[in-house]
């Protein structure tokens, strides 16, 4: 009777390979590691700031540029034709991972591949972006399962998700998980990482699936359809952002003052304290 091959030498490779690159006691405090994506999350921060207010100073003072690069996207999206479907399921898809989605431009794209592709083929689009958004939140919510109090310990504060933040949002997400999950996909920082948080909460499938399914649907299709209506009346929204953008900022501020200054203050207080803990 032939003998069964050794796998021993094998076994014992794979797992060290394993631990050397999943297991989180290694990758997640190895201090060359975490300097580096410290630098590079600074790095990205400065740059994307950076972007941002150049962005406004565009739509602010040099609307004849935002007109021109509306036309040339308009012209590339129309030429990539039906690849267009995997564009907005990539996009999708990889927005909702935590850090990566919210370095790169999904939602932006999602506009673009949607308003100027998707008037013309909404169902189909709507459905292709829902189901990108239910795989990728499941990725992160199965990557928060696993790896998310450890990633945060290490890493949140690069983030800009530190002991208190983090603790405010995890018991967020405790009380209204479901809305969180909803309506967290609206935003690009509450889309990367509410799966995520929910996966290291402890949220059980069974409560977190159908609103993943719910809040990806929903997102798209409003995603879609404003997209639509944004390359329609861009012209017109252009001529009124700056004024839309002070409207909102002074709402928010307003909003915080009068109905969340009690719960503003003490979270200054206690980010406060955690600074002072960290610097002793």
Not at 203 to 208: G, I, S, V
Request: charged share 20%; with cysteine; net charge positive.
């Amino acid at each position: 009777m032939p003998q069964r091959p050794d796998y021993g030498a094998f076994s014992f490779a794979r797992e060290r390979f394993f631990r050397i690159v999943c297991d989180e006691s290694i990758l997640m405090r190895h201090p060359v590691l975490k300097k580096l994506v410290s630098f590079a999350s600074a790095t990205l921060n400065a740059l994307f700031m950076a972007i941002t207010f150049g962005l406004l100073f565009v739509v602010l003072f040099k609307k004849e540029w935002v007109t021109q690069f509306l036309a040339f996207m308009e012209a590339l999206v129309l030429s990539l034709g039906n690849w267009n479907y995997l564009v907005a399921f990539a996009f999708s898809v990889i927005e909702s991972f935590p850090v990566i989605g919210v370095l790169i431009p999904g939602q932006q794209v999602m506009i673009l591949v949607g308003g100027f592709f998707g008037k013309e083929h909404l169902p189909e689009t709507i459905a292709v972006c829902a189901a990108g958004a239910i795989v990728g939140n499941f990725v992160g919510y199965a990557l928060g399962k696993r790896y998310g109090k450890s990633f945060f310990r290490e890493y949140g504060d690069t983030f800009g998700l530190g002991r208190t933040e983090l603790k405010y949002l995890e018991k967020q997400v405790a009380k209204n998980g479901p809305l969180f999950i909803i309506v967290g996909k609206f935003h690009n920082m509450t889309r990367a990482f509410v799966p995520f948080i929910a996966g290291s909460g402890g949220m059980h499938p069974k409560r977190f699936w159908p609103y993943n399914v719910l809040g990806s649907i929903l997102w798209a299709a409003a995603i879609i359809v404003l997209s639509v209506a944004f390359v329609k009346y861009y012209r017109t929204i252009l001529d009124y952002v700056g004024y839309a953008f002070l409207a909102f900022a002074l709402l928010f501020m307003a909003y915080v003052w009068f109905f969340r200054r009690e719960s503003f203050l003490k979270y200054l207080e206690e980010k406060r304290i955690e600074i002072e803990e960290k610097t002793k």
